[in-house]
Structures are given as structure tokens and as C-alpha cells.
């Protein structure tokens, strides 16, 4: 399979603890996005890196959120210290620079369930 | 600040019956337009895009999609649905200059057969 893939896919964690999920977008695209989303609602933007440049942040990614793409392929995204608030599923998605490049691609996401 | 309304929220359709979801935005530079489709338990698949030309675009499945730049709107339609169309559609917007999409709250859509 050559989409964007994500892992875990689930996890559960005890509040107060620290969590990672990574992302590999399709291989070609330089650009990759995290989104959160919540039951009954739509994606909500987190962040966006062009190659390993973080160009934009959310208001909504408080200082306990982090996100990494280290080598401008694949990205991390950290969350220290959960709070039940932050149960959600978290969405991969990524895009070109090309003449398709406002076409992004979506992940099958990662669920969190903080208890 | 964009935003993106998807006024029905929940809509239950027999099969063979004509669909049509509404999808406003609130942006006034030039905009790229998509839906979205999430089958249960599966992740978000691009169902159609504008970019520019003809406002009337087709899309996968038999949909398709109107922009009317002077109503800001950017409309889902397919003539006759059938009970595996069942699944959430998002309407999002992406700002040529910002490069992400911000998303509608969704309509769940029902297919009884």
C-alpha cells in the first residue's frame, strides 16, 4: 500500500502520560499535515510542515503538543501529559508541490482514548 | 478567518431517491473546494475537487459538485443514491495561499434500502 500510513492505530493511556504517533506520507510528497477530530465533527487543522519546516501551528496545539518531521520524510506528533480532552483520532494527511499539489491525501488515523 | 458550514447534519434517504448537501464558505479570496467521503470504519477519501474552469465538477460514485462563487457555496449532488453512498461527507476549503483545509462538521448520510 502506497498511502499515507499511521501508527499506532489505537492507543489508550492513563492521563498524565505521554504519547506518540508516527506518520509515513505517500512517498513523493513533501508536504504533511496533522489534523485532529473528535466525534461528530469535522477534521480540525494542528499543523503543517513543507519538507522538515514547520510553516504553520494551530492555536488548538497547546504547549503539551509537539510535532516533528525531522528529515522532511516521516513526522512525529507528541503529546505530553494527556488530559481526557485530547481523545480524538489524529489524521495524517500529505500533498505534493506539484500541479496537484492541493490535493491532500488522508492517513487512516490514529485514535486516542485517554482514561 | 475561513469557515465552513454543512447545514444538514443528518440526512436519511431511500435508495434510487436524489441527494443534495449543502456546503457554504466564508472566504473571499480564491478558493480550492473538495468533499470528502468517510465509509464506517474507513479513513477520509477525496470524492471531488474545484480548482478552476467549469463550476460544475464530477466526481467518483456518480457525484458531483456546483460552485457558485456568488453564493459561496459549493453544493453535493448525485441523482440516485444507493444504500453503500451510506457515510459521512465533509466540505473543505483550502485558501490558494494557505495550503491547508479547513473542514465542514460533516453530514451523516443514511441509505435505508
Known amino acids: 500500500d502506497t498511502g499515507v500510513s499511521q501508527d499506532p492505530r489505537h492507543k489508550i493511556t492513563k492521563r498524565g502520560q505521554n504519547v506518540t504517533f508516527r506518520c509515513d506520507p505517500i512517498?513523493?510528497?513533501?508536504?504533511l499535515y496533522w489534523y485532529r477530530q473528535t466525534l461528530g465533527q469535522g477534521p480540525e487543522f494542528l499543523t503543517y510542515?513543507?519538507?522538515?519546516?514547520?510553516?504553520?501551528k494551530s492555536r488548538l496545539l497547546s504547549d503539551r503538543f509537539s510535532a516533528e518531521r525531522p528529515k522532511g520524510s516521516f513526522s512525529t506528533l507528541e503529546i505530553q501529559r494527556t488530559e481526557q480532552g485530547d481523545s480524538a483520532m489524529y489524521l495524517c494527511?500529505?500533498?505534493?508541490?506539484?500541479?496537484?499539489?492541493?490535493?491532500?491525501?488522508f492517513g487512516e488515523g490514529s485514535w486516542l482514548t485517554v482514561v | 478567518a475561513q469557515s465552513v458550514s454543512q447545514h444538514n447534519h443528518h440526512v436519511i434517504l431511500s435508495e434510487a431517491a436524489s441527494l443534495e448537501l449543502g456546503c457554504n464558505y466564508s472566504y473571499g479570496g480564491t478558493v480550492n473546494l473538495f468533499w470528502y467521503v468517510q465509509y464506517p470504519g474507513q479513513h477520509l477519501q477525496l470524492l471531488l475537487k474545484y480548482f478552476s474552469g467549469d463550476p460544475l465538477v464530477k466526481g467518483i460514485k456518480g457525484f458531483e459538485a456546483e460552485f457558485i462563487k456568488s453564493k459561496f457555496s459549493f453544493n453535493l449532488r448525485k441523482p440516485s443514491v444507493q444504500w453503500s453512498d451510506t457515510a459521512e461527507y465533509f466540505c473543505a476549503v483550502m485558501d490558494t495561499g494557505r495550503r491547508a483545509l479547513t473542514f465542514g462538521s460533516g453530514t451523516r448520510l443514511q441509505v435505508q434500502p
Open positions: 512517498s513523493e510528497h513533501n508536504r
Open positions: 510542515f513543507q519538507n522538515e519546516a514547520q510553516l504553520e
Open positions: 494527511a500529505s500533498s505534493s508541490s506539484g500541479a496537484t499539489g492541493n490535493t491532500i491525501y
